[in-house]
């Protein structure tokens, strides 16, 4: 079955600290990987995404993932957060042959705190 | 200029009633979706059009009913609202199907069925 894991429902974490949030996938075909952002009573940002090529994929504001195959994972981190990162983060993943449709994760609620 | 644009962005309506909410996009794409995202923020896509043809119906009721008059426009017509209609509906779209596309959201209309 496909799927997508955040395993982390909430992450607290203090400014200028480091920050990495989990995802993990379960497919038998190709995967394309994103991330996006919510911040309260708006839409989805696209924070980055992972097509082919270099497993490591630097974003907006900061963040970057890494691709892993053999983990199946694409894990979100920043070196230093900011109280403007406060928002909800979801993984989604596209599956090859599945057409343009993201399975979403739960989501991962990071809370910045001074 | 907002990429994709909705609505209304709130919208309070009784049991029973019909509503509509619209959708525009100016970023010339081929295709558009539109996502649910539950009271739990689960976000899970119910439709997508390719240039207004339905490409992706993904087991909603049929008292759901997307329209697309041009491949701007994507609208979705619900008819005899429930209770658990109550959700946030994120219109979106990407410059075509393929897989691996970035999708591009809008800021959500917030639908309460009271």
């Known amino acids: 079955a496909q799927s997508v894991t955040q395993l982390d429902s909430q992450v607290p974490v203090f400014e200028e600290a480091p920050v990495e949030l989990r995802c993990n996938y379960s497919?038998?075909?190709?995967?394309?990987l994103f991330w996006y952002v919510q911040y309260p009573n708006q839409g989805l940002q696209l924070l980055l995404k992972y097509l082919s090529g270099s497993t490591l994929v630097k974003g907006i504001n900061g963040f970057e993932a890494e691709f892993n195959k053999s983990q199946t994972s694409f894990h979100l981190r920043k070196p230093s957060v900011h109280i403007s990162d406060t928002a909800e983060y979801f993984c989604a993943v596209s599956f090859s042959g599945g057409g343009n449709k993201l399975t979403f994760g739960t989501g991962t609620q990071l809370k910045v705190e001074l | 200029d907002t990429a994709v644009s909705q609505t209304p962005k709130y919208l309070v309506t009784q049991m029973g009633n019909d509503k509509s909410i619209k959708c525009e996009q100016n970023l010339g794409h081929d295709t558009m979706y539109w996502y649910k995202q539950d009271s739990k923020k689960f976000l899970k896509i119910m439709f997508s059009y390719n240039n207004k043809e339905l490409i992706i119906n993904e087991t909603v009721p049929n008292r759901f009913s997307p329209k697309s008059p041009d491949k701007a426009h994507l609208n979705l017509h619900i008819n005899s609202l429930e209770l658990g209609d109550s959700a946030v509906y994120f219109c979106?779209?990407?410059?075509?199907?393929?897989?691996?596309?970035?999708?591009?959201f809008g800021e959500g209309s917030w639908l309460t069925v009271v």
């Open positions: 497919s038998s075909v190709s995967v394309y």
């Open positions: 979106a779209s990407s410059q075509d199907s393929g897989t691996g596309n970035t999708i591009y």
